[in-house]
């Protein structure tokens, strides 16, 4: 008996020391798998931080790139002529004009009285303080030209930008954005207040301030036609419109008598916007602004469009050879980008509590969205359609001169946002319905909407909300 407990002690004791063991090797290895996890966590950690860094860096690449693009895209759109000096003083000699005879120009000289007629804008805070106090005290020659050339010198001439010889005569002059797509709120009087990019400068006759010119060979070799004629058909646009494609098809009236100009539209709210003009075909806001610099404004750069090759329909743009522009300099190209994102970083200006009915426009809104069924084009919140965002003429109930002068041959649906800067004028590209109201009725006929006068008004009080 004896010796067989010590054999189960023995046998007891070895198995004990077996799971000992075997408990001492998987506390080894449980320690071990947490040191190797911890491990794999850890780096895992790390790389997770250094790609949180990296996206980090990069995040800020592009925040400084937008803030960059911003800047310069506003000193572009403000001030940058894009070389077409050589048009509008070269060519047109506008600097001689504004100047006058006794300034060692020709003609009676452009007096900032003459200027702000003709729609010019001034820049409040690129006046010095003590010439603001010279103005009001009266002690400013409002009548004199040497008076506009300081304010030219100043940068404070909406879209004009000058350059002066060293004894102080008027150099040369060109045009920027500015000069149609940029307004003024009047705070120091009317004409004269603090910049507002991007809204459309209604009062702006820019047909007047081309006949200011002492030289119209230009247009009149473009046109193939005679000076009388130029005269004619400049002097009909009138405030706030210009005929961006004159120079493309040579038309300078409508078939039924009236000026083929149409109103300058807003450059604000067009982000997320995809045909940018009146029109459809001509592309977006940096097509259009390449177009505009290159052909309208006169300036120094590269511009390629097939389309106006087409002698049938474009048969001035394709005799001067517009469908393949390309000048010896490109005073353009390299600004496009940053003028493009600059332009889709303004917003449209949102209307004042008190200059609509609350509590009509809330109402105005459910019939916009339902029985007038306006937002089936005017999507909101671009209130224009995603995508191409056309129309032919019979969709809208209009004529379709305007439409046939474009790629598509359409109209654009025009983003409704910030209506109320631009009610000078009237609505429709050329500004054939004075009032908002007559836009509605005339929809309210086309399309047979049957809404009662009181829906016509809330409506209104709507669009004047947005």
Same mark, same amino acid.
């Given at each position: 008996?004896?010796?067989?407990?010590?054999?189960?002690?023995?046998?007891?004791?070895?198995?004990?020391?077996?799971?000992?063991?075997?408990?001492?090797?998987?506390?080894?290895?449980?320690?071990?798998?947490?040191?190797?996890?911890?491990?794999?966590?850890?780096?895992?950690?790390?790389?997770?931080?250094?790609?949180?860094?990296?996206?980090?860096?990069?995040?800020?690449?592009?925040? #400084?790139?937008?803030?960059?693009?911003?800047?310069?895209?506003?000193?572009?759109?403000?001030?940058?002529?894009?070389?077409?000096?050589?048009?509008?003083?070269?060519?047109?000699?506008?600097?001689?004009?504004?100047?006058?005879?006794?300034?060692?120009?020709?003609?009676?000289?452009?007096?900032?009285?003459?200027?702000?007629?003709?729609?010019?804008?001034?820049?409040?805070?690129?006046?010095?303080e003590?010439?603001?106090?010279?103005?009001?005290?009266g002690?400013?020659?409002?009548?004199?030209p040497?008076?506009?050339?300081?304010?030219?010198?100043?940068?404070?001439?909406?879209?004009?930008?000058g350059?002066?010889?060293?004894?102080?005569?008027?150099?040369?002059?060109?045009?920027?954005?500015?000069?149609?797509?940029?307004?003024?709120?009047?705070?120091?009087?009317?004409?004269v207040?603090h910049?507002?990019d991007?809204?459309?400068?209604?009062?702006?006759?820019?047909?007047?301030?081309?006949?200011?010119?002492?030289?119209?060979?230009?247009?009149?070799?473009?046109?193939?036609?005679?000076?009388?004629?130029?005269?004619?058909?400049?002097?009909?646009?009138?405030?706030?419109?210009?005929?961006?494609?004159?120079?493309?098809?040579?038309?300078g009236?409508?078939?039924?008598?009236?000026?083929?100009?149409?109103?300058?539209?807003?450059?604000?709210?067009?982000?997320?916007?995809? #045909?940018?003009?009146?029109?459809?075909?001509?592309?977006?806001?940096?097509?259009?602004?390449?177009?505009?610099?290159?052909?309208?404004?006169?300036g120094?750069?590269?511009?390629?469009?097939?389309?106006?090759?087409?002698?049938?329909?474009?048969?001035?743009?394709?005799?001067?050879?517009?469908?393949?522009?390309?000048?010896?300099?490109?005073?353009?190209?390299?600004?496009?980008?940053?003028?493009?994102?600059?332009?889709?970083?303004?917003?449209?200006?949102?209307?004042?509590?008190?200059?609509?009915?609350?509590?009509?426009?809330?109402?105005?809104?459910?019939?916009?969205?339902g029985k007038?069924?306006?937002?089936?084009?005017?999507?909101?919140?671009?209130?224009?359609?995603?995508?191409?965002?056309?129309?032919?003429?019979?969709?809208?109930?209009?004529?379709?001169?305007?439409?046939?002068?474009?790629p598509?041959?359409?109209?654009?649906?025009?983003?409704?946002?910030?209506?109320?800067?631009?009610?000078?004028?009237?609505f429709?590209?050329?500004?054939?319905?004075?009032?908002?109201?007559?836009?509605?009725?005339?929809?309210?006929?086309?399309?047979?909407?049957?809404?009662?006068?009181?829906?016509?008004?809330?409506?209104?009080?709507?669009?004047?909300?947005?």
């Amino acid at each position: 008996m004896n010796g067989k407990n010590r054999n189960d002690k023995t046998n007891s004791l070895i198995s004990l020391a077996k799971v000992i063991k075997l408990a001492v090797i998987l506390v080894f290895v449980a320690f071990g798998f947490g040191f190797l996890t911890k491990g794999i966590w850890s780096q895992s950690e790390r790389t997770n931080k250094e790609r949180d860094q990296k996206e980090t860096s990069f995040d800020s690449q592009i925040s #400084n790139n937008a803030q960059q693009m911003i800047a310069e895209g506003r000193r572009i759109f403000r001030f940058d002529t894009f070389g077409d000096k050589a048009f509008w003083t070269d060519k047109l000699k506008l600097h001689q004009a504004i100047e006058g005879s006794k300034l060692g120009g020709v003609g009676p000289g452009v007096s900032p009285k003459t200027a702000l007629s003709v729609g010019l804008k001034v820049d409040m805070d690129a006046l010095p303080e003590s010439l603001v106090q010279q103005i009001k005290a009266g002690k400013i020659d409002l009548d004199d030209p040497a008076t506009t050339l300081a304010l030219i010198k100043l940068d404070a001439v909406l879209g004009m930008k000058g350059s002066f010889n060293s004894n102080g005569s008027l150099k040369s002059v060109g045009l920027s954005c500015a000069v149609c797509h940029s307004n003024v709120d009047d705070a120091f009087m009317p004409g004269v207040g603090h910049r507002l990019d991007g809204w459309a400068n209604r009062d702006l006759n820019s047909g007047a301030i081309i006949l200011l010119a002492p030289d119209l060979s230009a247009f009149t070799k473009l046109l193939n036609t005679d000076e009388a004629t130029v005269k004619k058909v400049l002097a009909a646009w009138g405030p706030g419109k210009f005929d961006a494609e004159l120079n493309l098809d040579g038309k300078g009236f409508r078939p039924d008598g009236k000026s083929a100009a149409t109103l300058i539209p807003p450059a604000f709210g067009l982000a997320g916007v995809n #045909n940018h003009t009146w029109t459809g075909g001509w592309g977006t806001v940096t097509y259009w602004n390449a177009f505009v610099a290159n052909l309208e404004m006169g300036g120094q750069g590269v511009f390629f469009d097939e389309r106006l090759n087409n002698a049938a329909q474009y048969p001035v743009a394709a005799r001067a050879g517009f469908g393949n522009k390309r000048s010896g300099a490109d005073m353009i190209t390299s600004k496009l980008a940053a003028l493009h994102f600059y332009q889709l970083a303004i917003p449209a200006p949102i209307p004042s509590e008190d200059s609509y009915d609350r509590a009509a426009a809330m109402r105005g809104e459910k019939i916009f969205n339902g029985k007038a069924n306006c937002a089936q084009c005017h999507v909101p919140p671009l209130f224009t359609e995603p995508g191409w965002n056309t129309h032919k003429a019979t969709d809208i109930g209009i004529d379709d001169f305007q439409a046939n002068r474009s790629p598509d041959k359409t109209y654009r649906t025009s983003p409704l946002r910030g209506l109320w800067t631009h009610t000078k004028g009237g609505f429709y590209h050329d500004g054939r319905f004075a009032t908002l109201l007559d836009v509605v009725n005339h929809y309210n006929d086309f399309k047979r909407l049957k809404l009662s006068e009181q829906e016509k008004r809330d409506l209104v009080e709507y669009l004047k909300s947005l």
